[in-house]
């Protein structure tokens, strides 16, 4: 947890996720389904306390959260299929907030803030 604090706070200093993501590309997560797991739990972590800007820098590392599910996926035993669907759910999770820039990664939003993002139309 105190790892995925100070990315969190250097996602806040930086005001980005570029430093994190080029860490990813050096050292890639899909060693060990273990540690593949831990990588997407620290990388939901971070998508929810994260800067905004965390979730717009994933767009662009979309393919490879899917190829690392797919990787996985054929494991039976451990976390491979564990590791498929949570990486399912973060590149969902991305492209809703690439189709809905407005909502924050916490994805909490107090009743105001919800009535303006649907610009007080109960049909939004």
């Not at 899909?30 to 820098?57: E, M, S, Y």
Request: proline content about 6%; overall charge positive.
């Amino acid at each position: 947890m105190k790892h995925v604090r100070n990315l969190i706070i250097g996602s806040f200093t930086d005001k980005n996720s570029v430093l994190f993501w080029r860490n990813v590309e050096l050292a890639p997560p899909i060693n060990t389904d273990v540690t593949a797991w831990k990588f997407c739990h620290a990388l939901h972590i971070i998508f929810r306390d994260g800067h905004p800007n965390v979730l717009r820098d994933a767009q662009s590392h979309v393919n490879k959260l899917k190829d690392m599910g797919q990787h996985f996926s054929h494991l039976a035993h451990g976390y491979g299929r564990l590791i498929r669907r949570y990486c399912e759910l973060l590149v969902t999770k991305i492209t809703f907030h690439q189709r809905n820039p407005r909502i924050p990664g916490p994805l909490a939003l107090t009743p105001e803030e919800l009535e303006a993002l649907a610009e007080n139309d109960a049909n939004n």
